[in-house]
Each structure stands twice: as C-alpha cells, then as structure tokens.
C-alpha cells in the first residue's frame, strides 16, 4: 500500500480563548503504517493539540480553521459523528499521560479491559477474559488473573501504565497516539515503559504519534520526529537525520542544551534568546 497511514496537510487552528491567537500553523505531517514519529517541541507548541486533533477530543475553544487529517484516506475532520466513532478507541487509540487518573477506580481490571473486545469486537465474556490475560501477558505482567481481580489503586504506577498499554494495542488500532505517557512515571519505570511501548509497536505493526519534551526519548524510540515551535513545524524527518545533521538553529541550540532542553538545569546550554528571536521573526510573532 502506497497511501501514508496518516497524512495531516495544512492543519491550522486558533484559540477562542485567546481572542483567536493561532495554536497550529499550516502544520504537515505524514506517517506511515509502523512508523514511530515524535512530535517535540516546548510547552506550548501545539503537540497535545495535534494528538486531540487525532482522537477527536478537541476542547470547543480550539477552533481549527484549515487543513485535513487523512487517516487511511478519509478526513477526520470532515467525517460524519457515527463514522469518526467507529475509528476513535479502536483504529486510533490512547496511551494516556497520567496512569493514576487514566484507570475507572471503581472497577476492577478485567471490566475495563474486556469492555471494549466486548462491545467493539463481539467477543464472549470467556474469550474477553482470555485475550485480557494474553495482553497482559505480553506487557510484562506475571500473574495477569490477579491483576485482572485487582482495582486500580491495588497496582503500582508502573503496573497502571502496562494495564493501559495494553489496552490501547487491545482492538489492534493502526495507530496509536501517546501524549508524554512516561513524564508521570519514576525514571527507572520511564525506561522500561519506552521499551515496552517500542516493542508492541513492532509486534503489532502499529503507527505511533508519541508527544514528548524528550529528545533523549526520540532518540531512543522514534523513527522520525516534527519540531514544533508555537504551533509551526520547524524542522521534520528521519530521527537519524534530524538528530545528526540538524538544518535549523533552533534545532541546533536544542540539541546542543541536552536530552531535556525545557529543564536548563539538565542540560549544557540553554537555547539563547537571539535563537527564538530569529524564531519569533521567521513565523511572524511580534511579541
Ligand atoms: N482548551 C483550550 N482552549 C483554547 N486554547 C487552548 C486550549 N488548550 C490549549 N490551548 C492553547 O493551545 C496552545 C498549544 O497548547 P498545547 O496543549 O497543544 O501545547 P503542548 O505542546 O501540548 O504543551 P505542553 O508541553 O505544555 O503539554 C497553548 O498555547 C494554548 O494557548
Ligand atoms: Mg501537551
């Protein structure tokens, strides 16, 4: 198949809440079937509103005003409600940020682990439970029958977070969105999860969208990345290249002030002022 699995051409949207203050620029993007792509970029610069562009969920005072987002070929912005249902949970799904708020408290694992394989994909409460356990199974996790019985507070974050990886790969989506799903996690768990994520993808054959601050993290898991800067692709292709031969400065400076270059604590030199100037000219921001 020749067509991307996912192309976004031209996406632009603007804040009602900020008297119409653009949020994304004429963003373009495309991804293909199991490719891994990291969008980057500052607090700020539009990754979680492109990811809830994809799964539909955009607040009513984000207003997009331009552009398409082809999924398989079919605009999800222009898809009728009862057909943008059908793909949203089960062609595209979520692996959420925050593990400990993500999970129903008042239900054990098993019920919101089969709810789905049961209403979206007809299985029998028998085979739900089954396929639960094989999923656990394949996120890393020994005694899938208890975790199953559990409720959510009985699970570490860790653990939280295998439960909810596996239930976004549970109805085989094409494409998963991650937003941040490691920031909430201690940085041992952190890495692990990554691993985890990368090796279902693979397994699965899944095309993953995964937000981060993270250039370490692209590095390690993406196959290709987008910079993003206030709502504007910087730069965008193979991580390999980006990484190694970046053209803009501002991808420069950004790899030259480390893996996490919204901490300057972390990293060797934070990105300097003369940079987002050129920046800020460049997209024409006057502020
Ligand atoms: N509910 C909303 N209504 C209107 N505008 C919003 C809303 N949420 C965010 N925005 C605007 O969209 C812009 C981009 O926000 P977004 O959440 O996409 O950034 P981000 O790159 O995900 O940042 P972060 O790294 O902090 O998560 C923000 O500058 C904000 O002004
Ligand atoms: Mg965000």
Same mark, same amino acid.
């Given at each position: 198949m020749t067509d991307p699995l996912l192309s976004i051409t031209g996406l632009s949207a603007v804040s009602e809440r900020e008297?119409?203050?653009?949020?994304?620029?004429d963003v373009s993007l495309t991804l293909t079937r199991g490719e891994v792509r990291g969008l980057v970029g500052e607090s700020g610069a539009g990754k979680s509103t492109i990811a809830k562009a994809l799964l539909g969920i955009?607040?009513?005072t984000v207003r997009i005003t331009g552009g398409a987002i082809r999924f398989e070929g079919r605009d999800l912005l222009t898809l009728p409600a009862h057909e943008l249902r059908k793909i949203m949970g089960s062609e595209i799904s979520l692996i959420p940020q925050d593990p400990q708020t993500a999970l129903?408290?008042?239900?054990?694992i098993e019920a919101q682990l089969t709810d789905g394989l049961r209403?979206?994909?007809?299985? +029998?409460i028998r085979e739900a439970h089954d396929r639960a356990a094989k999923l656990l199974e394949e996120v890393h996790i020994r005694d899938p029958e208890r975790v199953l019985r +559990?409720?959510?507070?009985?699970? +570490?974050g860790g653990m939280r977070q295998r439960v909810l990886i596996a239930d976004a790969f549970a109805l085989e989506p094409k494409l998963v969105i991650a937003d941040?799903? %490691? %920031?909430?996690?201690?940085v041992t768990v952190q890495k692990q999860i990554l691993r985890l994520i990368r090796s279902m993808q693979q397994a699965h054959g899944t095309g993953v969208i995964f937000v981060t601050h993270d250039l370490g993290v692209v590095a390690q898991i993406c196959d290709s990345v987008t910079l993003l800067y206030a709502g504007k692709v910087i730069e965008q292709g193979s991580t390999a290249e980006v990484l190694t031969t970046p053209r803009h400065i501002y991808t420069q400076a950004l790899i030259a002030a480390g893996?996490?270059?919204?901490?300057p604590d972390a990293g060797l030199e934070p990105v300097p002022q003369s940079v987002f100037e050129q920046l800020r000219a460049e997209i024409g921001i006057s502020r």
């Open positions: 008297n119409g203050a653009p949020i994304l620029r955009l607040p009513r129903n408290p008042g239900r054990r209403m979206r994909r007809g299985l +029998s +559990s409720y959510p507070h009985e699970l +570490s941040e799903p %490691t %920031t909430a996690l201690d893996p996490r270059y919204d901490r």
